[in-house]
């Protein structure tokens, strides 16, 4: 089975502080994503990536940045956490169109 | 960027019945095609593809219509364990990358005794 972890399934940061979630997957996947979820807005792409240090935006990166020093982790960054950054985030990687999810970081921002 | 559209319900159904969900999209170059099913507080799961012929799974029928971009999910015999907020899914193969899915914001339905 494909597996998918992330480091924290809840994090409570202060605004201003940097923030890193980390993102694991073991079946040598060469994409991987990171999504917010939103009530209402549904799945929102903010950054994905094709290959080891490579990395391209998605809808939302604004706020963001990413790291992808090895093939099997992915990291989010947020550089200087604001409150409405306070969301669900989802870490997925993909292998013939079919994505893969982790459990997801509830992150609250105060 | 190009949307899918799904009702967002709720769907409230008593067990036993047969619910059908449509989703429509607006990319007509769009490859591929998805529903993930999404239990409360957990990460989306791919519940089945969904193939220009139609197919099948036990209760779960997917059927697709590219001529109208439209996508359905039929759900025979619901059950309890049905409910969850059912997302629609479609691969735009943009950019060289076969992964990126573009989600629609779902469907949920709740299965009542």
């Known amino acids: 089975d494909v597996k998918v972890t992330q480091s924290s399934r809840y994090l409570v940061k202060r605004t201003g502080e940097k923030v890193f979630l980390e993102c694991v997957q073991d079946m040598d996947h060469e994409n991987m994503f990171w999504y917010r979820q939103d009530p209402g807005l549904g799945l929102r792409l903010i950054y994905f990536?094709?290959?080891?240090?490579?990395?391209e935006k998605g809808d939302i990166p604004e706020g963001y940045s990413v790291s992808r020093e090895k093939k099997e982790r992915f990291s989010l960054i947020l550089e200087s956490a604001s409150t409405n950054q306070t969301s669900m985030y989802l870490c997925?990687?993909?292998?013939?169109?079919?994505?893969?999810f982790g459990p997801g970081t509830r992150l609250t921002v105060l | 960027r190009k949307e899918v559209e799904q009702d967002p319900g709720p769907f409230n159904v008593p067990e036993g019945a047969t619910v059908a969900f449509n989703c429509t999209y607006s990319?007509?170059?769009?490859?591929?095609f998805f529903w993930y099913r999404q239990d409360c507080r957990k990460e989306p799961k791919l519940l089945m593809s969904?193939?220009?012929s139609g197919n099948e799974d036990g209760r779960f029928t997917a059927q697709l219509n590219r001529a109208s971009q439209y996508i359905s999910l039929l759900i025979r015999d619901s059950k309890l364990s049905d409910s969850a907020t059912y997302l629609c899914v479609v691969n735009m193969n943009y950019g060289g990358s076969q992964g990126n899915l573009i989600f629609g914001k779902g469907t949920k339905l709740s299965v009542k005794p």
């Open positions: 997925a990687s993909s292998v013939r169109g079919e994505q893969f």
């Open positions: 990319n007509s170059a769009s490859q591929s």
């Open positions: 969904v193939y220009s």
């Open positions: 990536s094709y290959d080891v240090k490579m990395k």
